[in-house]
């Protein structure tokens, strides 16, 4: 009877230990970052430089800001990078990929009602072209850590820089802004590519 009434203590500890060291499994991995829809919203009231939009996820979003004025350099972490609302570069923690230089890349479908995440990964997202996007940012020259802009050795996106403006300003999750003419008239002609695109296929 004693030994029994040992054996429940002993079995009781170790259910209890394994417990714990469950909840520090969880706690013990600050470096991975969790993202989610909630890390995406509007274009717009992300920090625009040039013809793109950063952001921060970890909340440094100077240290971000400094590596997109300087053109060259290697992001940090939790840096978020856009051209488009629908998709999206996420500088992951080191160690992530080797292959992508710690990008993730996501495809994102956005409405009034706010982001979701379609495809994510560091191979396994396309524009809205069937371009992959890890095989056409990696054309970049290194000094540039995968950002294309339009000299960085990138082949080029059907997206003009006025169309890129114009898919920025008609972003569903942001307040209605004004196109002018122009941006009106790039926005029909992407349509017009888009809908021709797809009857060819
Ligand atoms: C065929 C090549 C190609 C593919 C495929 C492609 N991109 Fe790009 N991307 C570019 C080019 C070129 C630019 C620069 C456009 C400009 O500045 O006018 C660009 C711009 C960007 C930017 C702004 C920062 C930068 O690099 O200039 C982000 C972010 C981005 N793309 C993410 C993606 C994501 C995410 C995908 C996949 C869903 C993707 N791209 C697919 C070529 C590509």
């Not at 939009?53 to 240290?63: E, Q």
């Not at 856009?82 to 080191?94: F, G, I, N, S």
Request: hydrophobic share 40%.
């Amino acid at each position: 009877m004693a030994a029994g009434v040992a054996l429940a203590v002993l079995v009781a500890g170790c259910a209890q230990e394994s417990g714990e060291a469950e909840v520090e499994m969880a706690t013990a991995e600050p470096t991975v970052m969790e993202i989610s829809e909630a890390s995406f919203g509007c274009i717009q009231d992300m920090t625009a430089v040039r013809g793109f939009f950063v952001s921060s996820l970890t909340g440094d979003l100077d240290a971000t800001v400094a590596v997109a004025n300087a053109e060259e350099g290697v992001y940090p972490v939790g840096s978020v990078v856009q051209l488009v609302p629908t998709e999206a570069m996420v500088k992951r923690e080191a160690g992530f990929s080797d292959i992508s230089h710690d990008w993730e890349f996501f495809e994102l479908g956005v409405s009034p009602d706010g982001t979701t995440i379609d495809v994510r990964g560091t191979s396994e997202a396309v524009n809205r072209f069937g371009g992959n996007c890890l095989t056409c940012h990696l054309q970049a020259e290194p000094q540039y850590d995968l950002i294309c802009e339009q000299t960085h050795g990138c082949d080029p996106i059907p997206v003009t820089p006025v169309m890129a403006r114009a898919i920025q300003k008609t972003d569903p999750r942001c307040e209605p802004m004004e196109l002018t003419e122009e941006e009106t008239q790039a926005l029909q002609a992407l349509a017009a590519f888009a809908v021709g695109d797809s009857e060819e296929n």
